[in-house]
């Protein structure tokens, strides 16, 4: 009979599935242009593969740094937070789903009454012995979709943490390689200074022979000096500066600080190609950030429905089935099947108007969550079109950049020979000297800029998180 009675409940909610309040998700209107603001122009069908698809190993070549980036990935604490994120999302999955189930629990009583006395009753028995055992069955019918929908918002905020996930991938991706071009910039420039003070120390050696020869003046030791101690007080500050970065990097890794190992120097980091960037659209499939802004706002929707549910009857049935047994002053009956069935209708009257708030709240959240997707993807337009101008910027400043190194490093060769030969001050050597210092300083981050400009142009295009081969998710 119970299960009879279960069977009829199961065929009414399944024919009731269908009956979902709610609105269903659709993706909002969207105002995406057609192509990038300042995209190049189009690069050959045979190199066409699209900046944001490359897998992060083809664009990092530097061993070392590979090295670095996949010990990262495995040991970097926020990598490990957003893994266990994604943990709780499943576990809340399987949670929020199990409501659409009946709950079945097992249950075994042997309840004893015993009366002592000669004041009992003829009609009451003395001794009463009751065990029985058997399984209790709960489940309210999702007649309305309140856990299907609910469901379906779990669902959505896993997909949202595996994309949270994918997120930090990709800055930690970014970061790792940015610190490492900083700590190859911070080498190259200890080795610039190094050079520059060797340099100088000949020349200081070379204007006190001729001071003390009487060609030079006191004035000229001094000038030579001061160019000296610029460059010798340039090497601690920029040793300073590579023992701190060795140290983030160390702690993007998980480890303690240590010295980190080289590899290339810093301009055979990259092959700076020109390299399609594809079109807006695909964005919205490939970035993390914005796939996660949209299983948010799916969520949201979602609740919606939930909200809406509570304003109709819930229908729920609780039973018993099982065996057992009486003894009535020392017999006993049995054994004998025991049943109950007790369905219970809920229907709202009256809650001074918090259901409908609740679904206002729901609706307001949802709308919420439509503006902050929105606003992630111009975000991510806007950041993809500050990457393409960079990374063309920061190459044409560069050029440049060499192009005044050269110059200068000629002009201090020139002022050399002319003070040598006495037709000049040293005065000039200090200036073009000076200049030439501060021009290979600056082109060194020149340098590195330009690989700064590529890795966030990488970064703005959602490239790096996935694995070797894969397309973007949709």
């Known amino acids: 009979m119970t299960i009879r009675v279960f069977s009829i409940a199961s065929a009414v909610g399944l024919l009731l599935a269908g009956c979902t309040v709610g609105p269903d998700y659709q993706r909002p209107p969207l105002d995406v242009p057609a192509a990038y603001r300042g995209a190049p122009a189009a690069v050959p069908a045979q190199t066409a593969t699209e900046l944001g698809n490359v897998e992060w190993a083809t664009i990092f070549t530097d061993p070392e740094l590979q090295q670095l980036i996949r010990a990262a990935l495995v040991a970097n604490y926020d990598v490990q937070v957003a893994a266990t994120r994604i943990l709780q999302a499943q576990a809340q999955l399987t949670s929020t789903a199990s409501f659409q189930w009946p709950t079945i629990n097992g249950q075994a009583d042997a309840g004893y009454t015993g009366y002592v006395g000669n004041n009992r009753p003829p009609s009451v028995n003395a001794q009463t012995f009751v065990p029985e055992g058997g399984v209790n069955v709960a489940w309210e019918i999702d007649f309305w979709g309140k856990f299907r929908r609910a469901t ?104 303690p600080p240590a010295s980190v190992p080289r590899g290339r120097p810093l301009t055979q980091q990259l092959a700076l190609t020109p390299v399609p960037v594809g079109i807006p659209s695909e964005l919205l499939a490939r970035r993390p950030d914005v796939r996660q802004a949209e299983q948010q706002l799916v969520a949201a929707n979602a609740q919606i429905g939930v909200a809406k549910a509570f304003l109709f009857p819930a229908v729920t049935l609780t039973g018993f089935a099982g065996a057992g047994g009486i003894m009535l002053n020392g017999q006993m009956f049995g054994p004998l099947g025991i049943f109950s ?41 806007r ?92």
């Open 383 to 474: 950041e993809v079109a500050d990457g393409i101008v960079e990374v063309q910027k920061r190459r044409e400043f560069r050029v440049q950049q060499e192009l005044l190194t050269k110059v200068l490093t000629e002009s201090s060769e020139t002022a050399r020979l002319r003070y040598e030969g006495g037709v000049s001050s040293y005065l000039e050597v200090l200036d073009t000297d000076r200049q030439l210092f501060q021009a290979e300083l600056d082109l060194s981050l020149a340098q590195r800029d330009e690989l700064a400009g590529f890795v966030n142009l990488y970064k703005a295009l959602g490239g790096g998180w996935q694995a070797a081969g894969s397309p973007p998710q949709g």
């Open 341 to 381: 069935v007790l369905p219970t209708i809920t229907l709202p009257i009256f809650n001074a108007g918090r259901l409908d708030a609740n679904v206002d709240f729901a609706q307001a959240q949802t709308e919420e969550a439509v503006v902050r997707y929105r606003q992630t993807i111009q975000q991510a337009l």
């Open 152 to 255: 379906q918002g779990a669902q959505a905020q896993l997909l949202a943490s595996q994309d949270a996930r994918d997120g930090v991938i990709i800055s930690l991706i970014a970061q790792v390689a940015q610190s490492y071009f900083d700590l190859r910039t911070l080498d190259l420039d200890l080795e610039i200074a190094r050079r520059t003070l060797a340099s100088r120390q000949e020349s200081l050696d070379l204007v006190k022979a001729r001071f003390e020869g009487g060609v030079a003046g006191i004035l000229d030791v001094q000038q030579a000096e001061n160019l000296y101690y610029t460059a010798a007080k340039a090497i601690p500050d920029t040793e300073r500066q590579i023992a701190q970065t060795e140290n983030l990097i160390n702690y993007l890794l998980g480890r």
